[in-house]
């Protein structure tokens, strides 16, 4: 029998913070009638083969690769590591005391977390379907530079045209190089851990998405740097569960957040609709939480005439 058939982009490791019980989640969906429901965690944020490397693309001596980014790199690789950290960061930030503080993580898990993250990113179906359409972008335009150049040269070519087919199997295999290159995980990662870490705790309840990681710019029209990461004056979001949310602040604009640095912090109403609804506006297609609190879009829907908030998607430039 086949085994690892449904995979996630996102871990169930990292959904089952927003659970109720570990296994259950509430799903907000864009543009559906009946856009909130429960659903498994086991059911939500993963695609029937998502990483499976078509066996087109793979030599007869290692046929059975086909499933080595999910079995090997995520399953027996990754995953095991950031359900241990995330269970050690929740653990720890719940019995955070300002008289007694603790240490929340090491600097060398610190080190581990931040390329777990990058390794989230760059997982995403977002990610692949970005490069894998800017790939394609750049084949159509080196093509038509070639179609130009030959009906100079040759005039009888002036009306030939080239036709390009892309095998969208491929795409699978050509994400894999992303997610398997260690110089382009580790600029990630470089950018994360020299910031600001700073976790804000809510007795409320945060939201997460298919799209958790996010860049916040705080200065207008800066360069996107190894892939917003390292963007000045940037502050990166991510929701560890339902009551915490890792804020990672640009250490030389937000130089004044350093005595904060791996602490925790509250969040008041304010921040949270604000953090709540960042995981809105750039999801992809689904919100979750531990409970049927979907308010603040519904706030977000009668503002925009009773349309869900779709966000910019980012693209390559190509030109």
Request: proline residues 3%; negative net charge; hydrophobic residues 35%.
């Amino acid at each position: 029998m086949e085994t690892h058939k449904k995979q996630h982009y996102i871990p169930e490791c990292y959904l089952k913070n927003f659970s109720f019980d570990d296994k259950g989640i509430f799903v907000y969906r864009k543009n559906q009638q009946n856009n909130v429901f429960k659903q498994s965690i086991s059911n939500i944020a993963c695609e029937k083969k998502f990483y499976d490397i078509d066996a087109t693309f793979l030599d007869n001596n290692h046929l059975e690769k086909t499933k080595y980014i999910e079995k090997e790199v995520f399953a027996n690789g990754f995953e095991p590591i950031f359900a241990n950290l995330l269970d050690k960061i929740i653990s720890i930030c719940h019995k955070w005391s300002f008289e007694k503080p603790l240490e929340i993580l090491t600097e060398k898990e610190r080190d581990y977390f931040a390329e777990l993250i990058a390794v989230q990113y760059l997982r995403m179906p977002n990610f692949r379907k970005k490069y894998w359409n800017a790939n394609k972008e750049i084949y159509v335009k080196r093509s038509a530079i070639v179609q130009a150049f030959l009906s100079l040269e040759k005039p009888e070519f002036k009306n030939v045209s080239i036709d390009l087919n892309f095998d969208e199997k491929y795409a699978s295999a050509f994400h894999s190089d992303f997610i398997l290159n260690d110089e382009f995980r580790h600029m990630i990662q470089e950018q994360l851990v020299k910031k600001v870490w700073i976790y804000a705790y809510t007795d409320k309840n945060l939201h997460t998405s298919d799209n958790p990681i996010l860049k916040k710019p705080h200065l207008p029209n800066k360069e996107s740097f190894v892939e917003g990461f390292g963007m000045s004056g940037v502050e990166i979001i991510f929701p560890i569960s339902n009551n915490l949310l890792l804020t990672i602040w640009d250490e030389e604009y937000f130089s004044e957040l350093l005595p904060l640095n791996n602490t925790v912090t509250k969040i008041d109403e304010k921040r949270l609709r604000e953090y709540n609804s960042y995981q809105y506006c750039f999801a992809e297609h689904e919100i979750y939480s531990l409970s049927d609190d979907f308010d603040i879009i519904k706030v977000f829907k009668q503002l925009n005439d009773g349309k869900d908030y779709i966000g910019i998607k980012n693209q390559i430039k190509t030109h």
